[in-house]
């Protein structure tokens, strides 16, 4: 009984700082009028107007524009996605609105808070509740991290998230599950792939 209820208040206390730590996101999203989200978000529009491969031709034919992306295809997907909510909904395409500004770093901001899971659950596992707790708080209430994420827009929570998470799949020895995470890592950010190395070493 005292083990469950132990249990029970572990979850809230983790439920709380979740919650704290999307507040601080959620505060900051509206914010940042920043050169990166304008690109990300001028990207989305033309991936859905035009269509993915559209985002990759003026670089194909040598041409500079801001609608240009380099970056890998699915992140372009999931800007597109972003692209489509924002339209759905608000029936409007123009970067920087603040509507605009908060779908585009909710993906980015909801991998922050799942990295910050898997760190509790992980370090509970090997060091105890109490660093469990420490670890994950000082990762989601990091300023630098929500700065990052919520005002400035950047998008590295996402790929970091299948970083960690083929990290910790490879830890169990879990081969496959860990190759398709980090395959989906590159596809997001090809920073991605220098995990790449580090799996071959442990194998």
Sequence with gaps: ???????VKQYW???MIVLLAL???????PLGHHYDLFLFQSW??????????????????KK?????????????YLLKFDAWINDSLFRDNPPLTPHYMVISKLISCLCNI??????YFYARSRTGIKMAFLASSI??????????????????????????????????NRIL????????GVLIQLRSIIIRSEERRVG
């Design 64 to 76: 500079l524009s801001p609608e240009t992306s380099n970056h890998p295809p699915l992140h372009l």
């Design 1 to 7: 009984m005292n083990s469950a209820s132990g249990n």
């Design 114 to 119: 799942a990295i910050g899971l898997l760190i």
């Design 139 to 172: 990762y989601l209430l990091n300023p630098a991290l929500i700065y990052n994420i919520s005002y400035w827009g950047q998008a590295d929570a996402i790929g970091t998230l299948f970083m960690l998470l083929s990290v910790l799949l490879l830890i169990k």
């Design 23 to 29: 507040a601080l996101n959620l505060g900051l999203m």
């Design 44 to 61: 989305g529009n033309r991936a859905l107007q035009e269509g993915l491969p559209s985002l990759y031709q003026d670089k194909l034919e």
């Design 13 to 15: 206390i983790l439920l």
């Design 177 to 184: 599950t860990s190759t398709i995470s980090l395959t989906l």
